[in-house]
């Protein structure tokens, strides 16, 4: 990501272990997945992802990444006639499920060859290299080039985070931290560009070319550095004591833009922040060194910087316009404001989120993504930099998001989806006229025509506080007149939020699909987007009491069990829950504090106590400092409540994990092992908690559905009774 969030996310051979050992002797038989239902695991998440969509600076071209089984690749699409058909095909060739990511994706400047990164944590680039394949000669992280005109890639250097000199003829990264140059074509070894303190990172070329702008993060701030290649120097902008960040140059390599946030030490992960110290923008001369604060966020709701995702946070747009995001409204959107000061001009108005954003390359339009008018789903949009109304791009019943603009100005590439296909590119020729640029890459076999359409429902936590959206899957047989066990499924994050067709994050894509395999199997399935998520503002993602504040969320669980329990069509006795990462921790809390409505859980890789998960995140928290806030982290914590934990899980991690410690589920274990409480276990070594290998995904939801169907039975469906 490209600002400090407090967040949580999301593949092993199934020879590593063909009879997964469970605790207390038992074993999950993964062989006996699939044999007898509709589909199988392995069809439901056979389908590529795309990841990591680009446009090219000339020749109106589109590249991204396809992960099809584990095995990923570079493809790339190409204009064919007039622009409205388009060829694609893929680029490199790799053939093994290997753990080894690819992204960093970046044109050269004619178009002609495309840099990527391959190996190493993507997430958390200057971790040790993952080897979840456990390949005994060790991976590497390294920076390649591939011509797109045909010929095989060429390792240029060992690194990450490329980015391509305007020249063509350089490439910067990053390497132990640090800023390093290579040729791009490998005619001189690669050499250190700059020693300096700290982590660098966000490298950024002048237009000119004759400077390099990047990050230098120092634990608790940061500063601005440009290296300037005429006189091989290098100055910081305007140093502060706060965190300055996402820099971004003016059209003639003057001067740049920059954010500043402060340092609250006050505030903690896993807290509500709904006003904090304020966040500002400014403006610094390359020529002189002046500097100046353009704008500052008013001391009240969006003091606290808000990111979106995209390759920058901040634009300098047309007309010396700077486009950011700001949810000073309560919502997250984009606003503009003149690079010498003013009101800023709020360019989306409305109940909604912006999400994605890209600049045109022309700097006069920005296209976005947002749930305008359709909050469960995403849909593309695109604004006029001084301002105007936006204009609707895509609508209806699926999800278009992460839009890139092609080098002419016009044709907008966006990955898409509906309820029943997974996330593919296209390109849209016209308002809702979409076309795929990949067409043929759904295996036949991929079980489209057999996918439910999930149902928007809103219900009220427990504390009837807040109206909770969650999407409901209806089995194939939901109307058979007899009772169904259920199952209620919540996301990571907590900052995620699901929707009523395939998600746009692998991770959460994978959910879906566990959770349509679930349905197929007769189970119904509410996936809930509890208090703490995004989508609906501000002020319910940074609810009230929620996290290590109190655990507000609980009530959501609550309140999906009681919505279920008060349905004709489920057995209010076979309630299960499931969940990764923060889902994992509601999941753990829902069997803590409510093992009378669930009958039996999975948790993978969840949190369990925010005392310890806070320093992961903060190591200079110190609980014995802050006794208050440890005492209220503990309490809402699922090992505060362990004592009232009675129903059976399934606790699933790797243990390379870099986001929670596998001490949270060592911990856990021993409470429940010394409580009595039934627990079965899958333990990946060397995977990560964002899963790599696609044989880990298969490993785990096939448990999870074997656990689920041992514990709840999901085939002996009841008749009717009063409840």
């Known amino acids: 990501m490209n600002t400090v969030t407090w967040f949580l996310s999301l593949s092993i051979p199934l020879t590593l272990f063909p009879d997964a050992m469970l605790a207390g002797g038992r074993s999950v038989n993964l062989a006996q997945e699939g044999a007898a239902h509709e589909f199988t695991i392995q069809q439901v998440l056979s389908a590529p992802f795309p990841t990591n969509l680009i446009a090219a600076p000339k020749k109106e071209k589109f590249a991204w990444v396809f992960n099809a089984e584990g095995k990923r690749n570079l493809w790339i699409a190409e204009p064919m006639s007039d622009g409205k058909v388009y060829g694609s095909r893929q680029l490199t ?12 994706l970046q044109f050269a400047p004619d178009a002609e060859s495309i840099v990527y990164v391959r190996g190493g944590d993507l997430e958390y680039p200057e971790q040790p290299y993952p080897n979840p394949a456990l390949i005994p000669q060790g991976v590497e992280q390294d920076i390649w080039i591939i011509p797109v005109n045909g010929g095989e890639p060429r390792e240029l250097a060992e690194g990450h985070s490329p980015a391509i000199s305007p020249k063509g003829d350089l490439v910067a990264y990053i390497s132990n931290a640090q800023v390093w140059l290579a040729k791009l074509d490998g005619s001189e070894k690669p050499r250190q560009l700059i020693h300096v303190r700290g982590v660098s990172s966000s490298l950024r070329w002048s237009p000119s070319g004759d400077f390099l702008a990047f990050v230098s993060m120092r634990e608790d701030h940061s500063f601005i550095g440009v290296y300037s290649f005429a ?54 001369r390359i020529t002189g060194g002046s500097s100046s604060e353009v704008w500052k966020a008013p001391p009240a709701r969006g003091s606290v910087y808000r990111e979106i995702v995209a390759a920058n946070q901040l634009f300098w747009g047309y007309g010396d316009r700077l486009v950011f995001p700001w949810e000073g409204d309560g919502w997250t959107h984009l606003y503009s404001i003149s690079v010498h000061g003013g009101t800023p001009t709020l360019l989306t108005p409305g109940a909604f989120e912006v999400e994605f954003a890209a600049l045109s390359p022309d700097r006069k339009t920005v296209v976005y993504s947002s749930n305008q008018d359709d909050i469960d789903r995403r849909h593309v949009w695109k604004v006029a930099v001084d301002g105007n109304r936006p204009v609707s791009l895509t609508s209806g019943t699926g999800i278009e998001t992460a839009p890139a603009v092609s080098s002419n100005n016009r044709t907008v590439a966006v990955l898409r989806s509906n309820a029943q296909i997974p996330m593919r590119p296209a390109i849209v020729l016209a308002q809702n006229e979409i076309r795929d640029l990949a067409p043929a890459v759904l295996p036949a076999d991929f079980p489209a025509d057999r996918m439910v359409t999930p149902q928007p429902v809103v219900f009220t936590g427990a504390d009837a506080a807040i109206p909770i959206h969650a999407q409901l899957f209806l089995p194939p047989n939901a109307g058979n007149g007899k009772l169904h066990p259920a199952v209620v499924f919540f996301h990571g994050g907590s900052k995620r939020q699901m929707l009523l067709g395939w998600h746009y994050m692998p991770y959460y894509s994978n959910a879906y699909a566990m959770n349509q395999y679930l349905a197929s199997r007769g189970y119904i399935v509410l996936a809930v987007n509890y208090r703490g998520g995004i989508g609906y503002g501000l002020d319910f993602r940074e609810a009230l009491n929620y996290g290590a504040a109190g655990a507000s969320e609980f009530n959501d669980s609550e309140g999906a069990g009681l919505y279920l329990r008060s349905r004709g069509d489920v057995d209010p006795k076979r309630l299960g829950v499931w969940g990764g990462s923060y889902g994992g921790y509601m999941t753990a809390l829902s069997l803590a504090r409510a093992s009378d409505i669930y009958a039996a859980g999975v948790d993978l890789h969840g949190v369990h106590d925010f005392n310890q998960q806070i320093k992961t995140y903060m190591p200079s928290y110190d609980p014995v400092a802050r006794p208050d806030a440890a005492r209220l982290a ?27 410690p596998f001490t949270e589920m060592t911990r856990l274990a021993e409470a429940l092992r010394n409580r009595g409480v039934s627990f079965e276990q899958l333990i990946i070594p060397d995977e990560l908690h964002l899963f790599l290998l696609h044989s880990t995904w298969v490993a785990v939801y096939s448990a999870a559905a074997d656990f689920f169907d041992r514990h709840l039975a999901a085939h002996n469906e009841s008749a009717p009774t009063t409840h």
Request: aromatic share 12%; hydrophobic share 40%; proline share 11%.
């Open 93 to 104: 060739n790799y053939f093994e499920d290997d753990g080894q990511d690819i992204g960093d």
């Open 231 to 284: 006189t091989k120097s290098l100055v910081f902008l305007d140093p502060s004591m706060s965190l300055d960040m996402e820099p971004v140059w003016s059209p003639d390599s003057e001067a740049i833009a920059f954010f500043r946030l402060p340092i609250s030490r006050d505030a903690l992960p896993f807290e509500p922040q709904r006003e904090g110290p304020p966040w500002s923008i400014h403006v610094s």
């Open 634 to 660: 503990w309490e809402s914590s699922p090992l505060f409540w362990v004592k009232d934990w009675k129903s059976p899980v399934l606790l699933i991690m790797g243990d390379d994990d870099r986001d929670v």
